[in-house]
């Protein structure tokens, strides 16, 4: 069965601060290694009133520290925010610290508005240098057997695991182009996914950091023990969506009973395809929902985002979603002795 990890934007709900959002966060993390999952990705945004993970490598270095097992990393650094020679020391103190557990994931967007983004970087250009960048900041991780005169300490010979993320066929284009690891953000924007896996694996190009393509595929999981706790539950992205759909971008707010009470049904309507890849229910509907996209994508790796209100909710639903993996794993062996 394949691996699943966990996505975690450190939500800020509504009445509550980033200190507690940063505190669950780490519970989260716990909890999800002793259920087994894989690794454990904070994402970087900016100027967002219901995400306290924009200081990413900061919120890496303290999940890391209260985890012992769980892979820790980026899903993803903003690339083009950032120097690389900058990112390229921070993932190499963290790499030396915690030793063969980091995942550097980087993306291209900005995590922001286009007025944060100036503010963050000051060169709106600076996007189009992404693969410059990436091939520049992978040198930073090599032995040092070149002489060059910029070096990332720490970070020389560290070889720490780059990932590229998107939502686009861009970074599909450039991860099989440089033999890197690929994952897809369909956990908020779907449209492209499966054109992008077909040319990241028709195009891959075997490299010193992998062999064969690895594509992750990221999905919203909300479970509950019913379909209708669930769903009631997932209202809280929902409304995320919608408020940043106004230009209104709020702390997450708690589930309601009935959307159609306070949105229009067009507003609703709007959000329906950019949270497509969203599995939510009971157990035996997570089940079948998470069967139904790995078969859809054969994807080798799920990243679960569990955008949920309540934080003990939240826990039971990656509790649930670990115990779907189980059930389906236990399903495939039975289905290969058969066979």
């Known amino acids: 069965m394949i691996p699943f990890s966990i996505l975690d934007l450190s939500p800020i709900v509504a009445g509550n601060t980033p200190t507690q959002a940063l505190h669950n966060s780490l519970d989260l993390a716990q909890h999800a290694e002793r259920l087994g999952y894989n690794r454990y990705w904070v994402a970087e945004h900016h100027n967002m009133p219901g995400i306290a993970s924009a200081a990413t490598s900061v919120v890496i270095g303290y999940i890391a520290g209260g985890t012992r097992t769980i892979r820790v990393g980026s899903g993803g650094i903003m690339l083009p925010n950032h120097s690389p020679l900058v990112i390229a020391e921070q993932f190499g103190t963290l790499e030396s610290l915690y030793p063969g557990r980091i995942d550097l994931g980087l993306g291209r967007a900005p995590g922001s508005d286009q007025l944060t983004a100036r503010a963050l970087r000051r060169d709106a250009t600076n996007a189009d240098t992404f693969p410059q960048d990436v091939i520049e900041l992978m040198q930073y991780f090599q032995p040092d057997e070149t002489n060059q005169f910029v070096q990332a300490i720490p970070g020389v010979g560290l070889n720490v695991p780059v990932y590229i993320l998107g939502s686009s066929l861009f970074g599909a284009q450039l991860a099989a182009m440089l033999g890197l690891p690929y ?40 479970a509950a023990d019913t379909d209708q706790e669930a769903e009631r539950l997932f209202t809280s992205v929902q409304q995320q969506f919608l408020y940043i759909r106004r230009g209104k971008a709020r702390q997450m707010q708690p589930p309601v009973d009935d959307l159609t009470a306070n949105w229009p049904d067009y507003e609703l309507a709007g959000i329906a395809p950019v949270l497509g890849f969203s599995v939510v229910g009971s157990p035996k509907t997570v089940q079948r929902g998470l069967a139904r996209i790995i078969e859809q994508t054969k994807a080798d790796e799920l990243i679960i985002s569990a955008p949920i209100f309540d934080h003990q909710a939240r826990l039971h639903s990656i509790e649930l979603t670990a115990e779907a993996r189980t059930a389906l794993a236990s399903q495939e062996r039975t289905a290969t002795a058969v066979y």
Do not use: G
């Not at 992998?210 to 992750?216: I, L, S």
């Open 183 to 222: 994952a897809f953000a369909s956990h908020f924007a779907p449209a492209q996914l499966m054109q992008a896996l077909a040319i990241y694996r028709d195009r891959f190009k075997p490299s010193e950091q992998r062999e064969k393509p690895h594509a992750m595929v990221a999905v919203n999981v909300v």
